[in-house]
């Protein structure tokens, strides 16, 4: 292992340490993994403190100093740091792409899956949001996450009649997004995949496959 | 003009609209604009929804074909195409930081006062959330979007008490969305930086006369 190697701090309960997880599996490098025990509440001691004030995972700890968290970022340096495989596009045109699918995936269904969570879950009275600050959870915002991740389902239904990939011919990091967010859906919300939508059905028997997604 | 130049639908009083003119002006390159009249609804004419089936602006007409939406994903493709003046960072570790910072900015800042604004105003009621979706408002939101800005505010003070800009020694888009955002929570919530936040009013002063924040 090269001294300059960064270390991911995650945990295996998290949707986000997931994204990162799968990107560096299908990148096929090796980045040293640090578990943080949410269960434990370990995100809140000290020693992780130390790491990342805010008391969130994925964080990834660069060997020259800074730690980087917010999955795209993370991914970010990871794309540049280790060019093979690249999952954020290759032209200026299929980059957009890549940033705008992404994006999509991960703000009309991540998003609101979360919030239906963080909204509902008893143990997450005054921790409606994710972070160093405390809120109140907010229950009229429950029932319309589940609108929202509906939606979902259906626009990206309809793009997957068209294309094999989120983001058009590729494999790419809005797959990751995509398919993390199903997965915790149908967990979190259960709320799977419905039946009617054949396509997006299609690409995740097809997408859900791949060992990375094991990550 | 190149016939392979891109066209950018935009609205003067759209504040996504603005952060990616002031990216454009940034870079010193010629893009031309398309206004969308947005107070006449001309976003859900059919004309507009042939470029944008989701109503929404900005949008990046490509010479090729492909329309881009969502900021990060205009930026990405202006970034790649006109290297000049790189604002999403140069390095590894520097671009990671942009989109790290950027995105603290528009999660805990910009998606916040938009949210306390569309939650809110009469004229939005059932467009709680932009998009091709109808959502009822919450009323309960706009109180936690304000505590969000303020602790915003707090916490990008700390931030910008040991940096000169928002993501490290260089201007970046991480400046563009923090700019953007107190402007509209100055606007929008009336929320201006509060007296206090000493180390951001000093960021303000001097990012806020470049000439690109005019775009």
Known sequence: MATDTPVLYESKGSPNSRRVRFFIAEKGIDIPMKPVDLGAKEQFSDAYRAVNPRSQVPALALADGPVITEVLAIWRYLEEAYPQTPLLGTTATSKALV????????LDGFAPVMEGVRNAVPGLKGRALSGPHAYDQIVELVERSKQRVANFF????????????VAGDEFSAADITTLVTVDFAANALKMPIPAEHTAFQRWYDE????PSAAA
Chains 1, 2 share one sequence.
């Open 154 to 165: 259906a626009d990206f239904n309809e793009r997957l009649e068209t294309v094999r990939y």
């Open 207 to 210: 997408v859900s496959v791949r």
């Open 99 to 106: 940033a705008m699918w992404e994006r999509r995936a991960e």
